[in-house]
């Protein structure tokens, strides 16, 4: 059987390590209030964080924009480098320079029309 003063001295230790961890996580909490508020002043409040948010969402849409007429100008470029190999046998391994490539696109119309 467990011994009633053991039992109390056991309760009163726990009950001190529980007021210490809240205290921790007391001043803790205090800290990230202040850390909070900082930034949300920073931001200017509501409306600054509303309009940083506006912001945000307008550079994610012109990053998705790049992102497409990057992917587009890459499948272009993968589509013309194909023309140009086609029409120029025993260079499949060659990747032609960019300026001589579009040179070749604009000069060559009889056998280039439509790269696609």
Do not use: H
Not at 2 to 17: S, V
Not at 61 to 71: H, P, R, Y
């Amino acid at each position: 059987m467990n011994d009633p003063i053991d039992l109390e001295m056991t309760q009163f230790f726990e009950i001190k390590r529980l007021k210490v961890r809240i205290a921790e996580l007391e001043n803790r909490l205090r800290i990230a209030d202040k850390a909070y508020q900082a930034l949300f002043d920073e931001c200017g409040g509501w409306i600054g964080i509303i309009e940083k948010n506006k912001r945000l969402k307008q550079l994610e849409n012109d990053l998705d924009d790049l992102q497409a007429t990057f992917d587009l100008q890459q499948t272009r470029m993968t589509q013309a480098i194909k023309a140009w190999r086609d029409a120029n046998p025993g260079n499949e391994l060659v990747k032609p320079d960019l300026g001589k490539l579009l040179e070749w696109l604009l000069t060559d119309k009889n056998e280039n029309t439509s790269v696609s």
